[in-house]
């Protein structure tokens, strides 16, 4: 897939390459990483040190995600997230994804010089979070979850999860067209371990290609997982080869185009090898 991604005043160019999204929590309490980034200097220099490292894309989050995490308020989410966002707006070329839930932070982030907002509730969290990215005209990534982080590991139930994730997607997709956002702003992301088991991440790993079929570019979010634990027995600092592993069989049957990642340089290297393997270098 060749295609562009509308983010506000950029046009992005999706394919043949990858491209590489790097992580940066500012949370004291994310799966990974907690704690390690959560002041505005230590989050800024993880996202420049990501951007040495080849990052194309910077994702901001200032609520944590992973399974059981409490949710926090929009008061917190933004004294986390907005001074981040205006630093490296004025220190990066590179775009800058807000990984939010709330129209509020949404508009102040992109206000700031973001240009993309992560919504893992695919615009059904905060009813106002469409009229955001409308305005801004930003470019959205729609996830799905079953559940929401506080409920989505306790009973994951799917007669079919693929058909039902791509369902889910279909259905979000025309949504977005309805209430008048470019289908060009738009990137699906299937959900990878979100309100799923082990064996539906399986699953959706084996027909991940099944995505593709809307047309829109996939990002796949599967770093340091814990379905990649549950193989290799590797705590969550070293499943990066698991890791680039999911990642190069995705990327090498043309299931994603886009990886979020903790590990730039692994993924980057990795990408670089496929473009030769290929001949997405254009030789």
Same mark, same amino acid.
């Given at each position: ?43 800024v220099n993880h996202a420049l ?28 989410e933004l004294r986390r997230v ?40 695919? %615009? ?44 889910? %997607? ?110 997405a270098d254009g030789e």
């Amino acid at each position: 897939m060749s295609t562009i991604w509308k983010c506000r005043d950029r046009v992005i160019e999706i394919g043949p390459r990858a491209l590489v999204m790097g992580i940066v929590n500012i949370t004291p309490d994310s799966f990974s990483d907690g704690g390690r980034h959560d002041s505005t200097e230590a989050a800024v220099n993880h996202a420049l040190k990501l951007q040495a490292d080849g990052a194309d894309i910077l994702d901001l989050g200032g609520e944590s995600s992973r399974p059981g995490a409490e949710p926090v308020s929009v008061d917190e989410e933004l004294r986390r997230v907005i001074p981040v966002v205006q630093a490296l707006a004025s220190r990066t070329t590179l775009p800058i994804s807000v990984d939010t839930v709330k129209a509020e932070v949404a508009r102040q982030a992109l206000a700031a010089g973001a240009s993309i907002i992560n919504d893992i509730s695919a %615009l059904r969290h905060d009813p106002a979070m469409i009229d955001v990215v409308r305005d801004y005209r930003a470019g959205i990534v729609l996830m799905h979850m079953q559940g929401n982080p506080q409920t989505m590991h306790l009973d994951p139930h799917y007669d079919g999860v693929v058909a039902e994730v791509g369902k889910f %997607l279909e259905e979000r997709l025309s949504f977005s067209r309805t209430h008048g956002l470019d289908e060009t702003s738009l990137v699906l992301d299937p959900g990878i371990g979100f309100g799923k088991s082990v064996e539906h991440t399986w699953q959706q790993l084996r027909h991940l290609a099944e995505y593709q079929r809307f047309g829109r570019p996939v990002c796949l979010g599967v770093s340091r997982k814990g379905f990649i634990g549950v193989v290799t027995g590797r705590p969550r600092d070293q499943r990066a080869v698991g890791s680039v592993a999911v990642a190069c069989h995705a990327l090498a049957c043309g299931a994603a185009q886009i990886v979020r990642v903790h590990d730039v340089a692994e993924h980057l290297d990795a990408v670089r090898v496929l473009e030769c393997l290929t001949g997405a270098d254009g030789e």
